[in-house]
C-alpha cells in the first residue's frame, strides 16, 4: 500500500498548495479541515482523489479517526492572524493549541513516521538584531505568536519524550494565489493586490518602513516535502523564509510597477502586537533540508497578481 499523507487545514491557503503538490506527485491524501477559515474551493481541481474530512481537530476523537493509518502528517491548521488573536484569545488558542496538541497524541499513539509543524516567524518578535535566527530567544507579542511557540514546543518534546519524528518550520510572511484578501484579518499582500485591482485605496498602519521577508507560497510547500522525509531534521526547529526583506512601501512600489498605476495610500497609527522588522536567516535550513527558496519575492508578486487578475471576483 502507497503512503498515506493527511494534511490538517488542506482547504487553508498553504495546506491546499501542499495538497495538490502530493496529488500531483501521486500521493494518497486526506485532508481534514473544519472551514473555519479554510474554502472548500480551493481544493475543487483534486476533491475527487483525495478524501475530505470536515471536522474539528479541538475533538480528540476526531484526531484520532482522521490519523488512523497515516504515514505523515503536514500539520497546517491554524487559526491565523496576530490581530485576530489579539481580538478573541480564546479561539484562536483552541485552534493553535488543544488542536495541535490533539494531532500529536494521535501521531504518538497511530506510530505516525513523520509530522511537520507551521511554525511562524512572529515567535521572535521584536528581536534587535537581523537577521533572525534559531538559536535567539522566542519574544512572542501576540496571542498568536505564543500559541505558535507553544505548539513548536510541544513537537519537540514529542520527539525528546516519545520518538515521535516532528520537524517545526517557522513560516515567515507566506503569500500567493488563494490566499483570502477579502477577510479584515487578511495579510497585506493579497489585500494590496485586489485593493489596486479595484482601484481602491490602500491602508498602512504605521509609517510603512516596517519590513518583512515574504516568503512565496510554492518555497514554502517544497520545504515542507524535504521536511518529511530529510535525515537529521527530526526534533528541529527552522526558519522558513526567502532570506531577504522589504518594507511596505517597497512593497507598494513593486506593485505599482508590476500592474503599472499609481498606488493612493492612507497612513493610520500602527497596530498593537505588531512586530517592526523581519527577516530569516535561512542556513539551518538549507544544511537540514536542502531548501533554496526558488521563487523570489518579486516573481513571487508577478504570479500572485496574475492569479488574482484572473481569479479575483468581488
Ligand atoms: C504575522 C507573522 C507571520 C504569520 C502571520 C499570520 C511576523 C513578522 N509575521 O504576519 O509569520 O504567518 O502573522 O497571520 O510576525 N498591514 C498594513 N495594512 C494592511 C494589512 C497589514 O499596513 O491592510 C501591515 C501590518 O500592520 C504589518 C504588515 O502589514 O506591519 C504585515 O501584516 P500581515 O500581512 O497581517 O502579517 P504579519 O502580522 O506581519
Given amino acids: 500500500m502507497s503512503k498515506l499523507y493527511l494534511v490538517t487545514g488542506g482547504a487553508g491557503f498553504i495546506g491546499s498548495h501542499i495538497v495538490q503538490r502530493?496529488?500531483?506527485?501521486?500521493?494518497?491524501?486526506?485532508?481534514?479541515?473544519?472551514?473555519?477559515?479554510g474554502e472548500i474551493e480551493r481544493l475543487a481541481s483534486?476533491?475527487?482523489?483525495?478524501?475530505?474530512?470536515?471536522?474539528?481537530?479541538?475533538?480528540?476523537?476526531?484526531?484520532?479517526?482522521?490519523?488512523?493509518?497515516?504515514?505523515?502528517?503536514?500539520?497546517?491548521?491554524?487559526?491565523?492572524?496576530?490581530?485576530?488573536?489579539?481580538?478573541?484569545?480564546?479561539?484562536s488558542n483552541r485552534a493553535n493549541i488543544t488542536a495541535t496538541l490533539n494531532v500529536l497524541e494521535s501521531c504518538r499513539t497511530h506510530g505516525v513516521r513523520r509530522l511537520v509543524y507551521a511554525a511562524s516567524s512572529s515567535v521572535y518578535g521584536d528581536t534587535k538584531v537581523l537577521p533572525k535566527r534559531e538559536d535567539m530567544p522566542a519574544t512572542p507579542l501576540s496571542p498568536y505568536a505564543l500559541q505558535k511557540f507553544v505548539g513548536e514546543r510541544y513537537a519537540k518534546l514529542y520527539f525528546d519524550l516519545y520518538k515521535l519524528e516532528t520537524v517545526s518550520l517557522r513560516y515567515f510572511n507566506v503569500f500567493g494565489p488563494s490566499q483570502d484578501p477579502y477577510s479584515e484579518y487578511s495579510a497585506v499582500i493579497p489585500k494590496f493586490i485586489t485593493k489596486l485591482l479595484a482601484g481602491e485605496k490602500l491602508t498602512i498602519f504605521g509609517d510603512g518602513e516596517q519590513s518583512r521577508d515574504f516568503t512565496y507560497v510554492e518555497n514554502v510547500v517544497q520545504?515542507?516535502?524535504?521536511?518529511?522525509?530529510?535525515?537529521?531534521?527530526?526534533?528541529?526547529?527552522?526558519?522558513l523564509g526567502c532570506g531577504t526583506r522589504i518594507s511596505l512601501n517597497q512593497l507598494v512600489?513593486?506593485?505599482?510597477?508590476?500592474?503599472?498605476?499609481?498606488?493612493?495610500?492612507?497612513?493610520?497609527?500602527?497596530?498593537?502586537?505588531?512586530?517592526?522588522?523581519?527577516?530569516?536567516?535561512?542556513?539551518?535550513?538549507?544544511?537540514?533540508?536542502?531548501?533554496?527558496?526558488?521563487?523570489?519575492?518579486?516573481?513571487?508578486?508577478?504570479?500572485?497578481?496574475?492569479w488574482f487578475r484572473n481569479h479575483a471576483s468581488r
Wanted: charged share 25%; glycine share 6%; proline share 4%.
Fill in 22 to 37: 502530493l496529488v500531483k506527485r501521486g500521493e494518497r491524501v486526506r485532508v481534514v479541515d473544519n472551514l473555519c477559515t
Fill in 46 to 91: 483534486v476533491l475527487s482523489v483525495i478524501d475530505f474530512v470536515e471536522e474539528d481537530l479541538a475533538d480528540p476523537a476526531v484526531c484520532d479517526r482522521v490519523v488512523d493509518g497515516v504515514d505523515y502528517v503536514l500539520h497546517q491548521a491554524a487559526i491565523p492572524s496576530v490581530q485576530r488573536s489579539i481580538r478573541d484569545p480564546m479561539a
Fill in 223 to 239: 520545504a515542507n516535502l524535504l521536511a518529511l522525509t530529510a535525515d537529521g531534521a527530526a526534533g528541529k526547529m527552522m526558519n
Fill in 253 to 306: 512600489k513593486q506593485l505599482e510597477n508590476i500592474l503599472g498605476l499609481n498606488a493612493q495610500v492612507e497612513y493610520l497609527p500602527a497596530r498593537a502586537g505588531d512586530v517592526r522588522d523581519s527577516l530569516a536567516d535561512i542556513g539551518l535550513a538549507e544544511r537540514l533540508l536542502g531548501y533554496q527558496p526558488r521563487v523570489s519575492v518579486e516573481d513571487g508578486l508577478a504570479r500572485t497578481v496574475d
